[in-house]
């Protein structure tokens, strides 16, 4: 069902939701972009419309909300731990089709891969809803289309956003009712990406060889690559994290048990006990993350673990392109493949 209406209503029907719902979008944070009198573009909490960023990309993705950067897993003591309680709100995210899909990713990485699901995630995600900001033009760097990124129907609401008023396709009978009110029945289907400026083909996973691994193209990556992670906090798909414990200074037999992102990129990722550590060279990071994404992934799920939204590539200080790494990466395979006709 479709509705239009004013900003100002929209409002009124944001104020409503905000008694029951957390609602988080892409905003503007002044002054706190890579310089000084730079802006940077991230997800926070919303109390109106005007808020919404959506002519621009933000700068990264909207996984902190169900899967935060720094997470308390248990506060413990000498003989007991406690689970800490989250909050009672339910959660509104408005994102763009590829994070959609991108949160598919993490659900299953995090409830499907394996015999348990990771109660932590679980008990977040169920409390999210998906407003889906339409998505028609492509931005610099993304490549969605070539990932199968740019499309989903999974949404409570799809959005269309126009100067002064906002065109809705309301799916989630939770919130028909809110938009009844005030809202001019409409027909409305949202739209989406069709052809991004980059383009991507991705390798066959049956036409992957074992030789790849060492292949001399990876090095390229060992002399521009600093390791700073970049690509890994703003990726909507990086999942992987480390655990802390932090003990309290008045009593160090107590305290807390954190998880904290980490991401193959990053020094001391690899590292174990006994000094051991994997992958030194920058380089194979890279290898290990592009084959993570479009091999290992697509291996066991089926599809590409990458979604295209190019962040990874609008981060990166070293101007470091994974589209292109794939290009390559696919470029090679067919190279050696002719070779051996």
């Not at 028609?136 to 499309?151: A, Q």
């Not at 989630?172 to 949202?190: A, I, R, S, W």
Request: overall charge negative; glycine content about 6%.
């Amino acid at each position: 069902m479709g509705f239009q209406l004013q900003n100002s209503d929209f409002n009124k029907i944001l104020n409503e939701l905000k008694k029951e719902y957390k609602i988080y979008a892409p905003k503007r944070f002044e002054k706190r972009g890579t310089f000084s009198d730079t802006d940077m573009i991230r997800y926070g909490e919303i109390d109106s419309v005007e808020e919404i960023v959506w002519k621009e990309k933000s700068e990264y993705s909207p996984k902190e909300i169900i899967f935060p950067i720094t997470q308390t897993l248990f506060y413990f003591t000498e003989e007991e731990y406690k689970v800490p309680k989250v909050d009672d709100k339910k959660i509104i995210v408005f994102l763009r089709p590829c994070d959609i899909n991108g949160v598919r990713r993490l659900d299953t990485i995090f409830l499907k891969n394996g015999e348990h699901e990771d109660f932590y995630y679980k008990r977040l995600r169920e409390k999210v809803k998906f407003v889906m900001i339409e998505c028609k033009e492509s931005f610099e760097n993304c490549f969605c289309v070539s990932m199968n990124g740019n499309y989903t129907d999974n949404y409570s609401i799809a959005v269309r956003f126009e100067d002064g008023q906002v065109t809705l396709d309301v799916k989630d009978e939770d919130f028909k009712g809110l938009f009844n009110k005030v809202g001019k029945e409409v027909d409305f289907t949202p739209e989406y990406v069709k052809e991004n400026h980059v383009k991507v083909e991705v390798p066959e996973v049956d036409k992957m060889p074992l030789e790849i691994f060492n292949h001399e193209m990876w090095k390229e990556y060992s002399e521009r690559c600093i390791a700073c992670g970049r690509c890994n906090v703003s990726c909507i798909t990086c999942s992987c994290f480390t655990t802390q414990d932090i003990p309290y200074e008045d009593n160090p037999k107590a305290g807390e048990r954190r998880r904290v992102w980490a991401g193959c990129h990053i020094d001391g990722f690899t590292d174990m006990a006994g000094g051991h550590s994997f992958r030194k060279e920058y380089g194979s990071r890279m290898r290990f993350k592009t084959l993570h994404k479009i091999y290992d992934y697509k291996k066991r799920f089926e599809e590409n673990m990458c979604v295209g939204c190019g962040r990874c590539d609008d981060r990166c200080p070293e101007y470091i392109s994974f589209s292109t790494c794939i290009n390559k990466l696919n470029k090679v395979l067919k190279e050696e493949e002719k070779d051996e006709e």
